[in-house]
């Protein structure tokens, strides 16, 4: 799948958040962020705090996968 966006990347998080039966605030937890940061991350709010991206979408076992 290619994400040519971050609210793309966000609707992602949220379908995968959600499919596992995971509260914003458990998965926030899970992924030692914010709620609020939960929140902007699904609704596509731009960041650059990738880092914390990286540790959401390992808690959800999501893989990110760079190709040039």
Do not use: H, P, W
């Amino acid at each position: 799948m290619i994400i040519e966006n971050v609210a793309e990347l966000g609707e992602i998080v949220k379908d995968a958040r959600k499919s596992q039966g995971l509260t914003q605030a458990d998965l926030a937890i899970s992924a030692d962020v914010g709620v609020r940061f939960i929140v902007d991350l699904e609704y596509g709010k731009e960041t650059a705090q990738i880092g914390k991206v990286l540790k959401v979408c390992q808690m959800l076992g999501l893989k990110l996968e760079l190709k040039g």
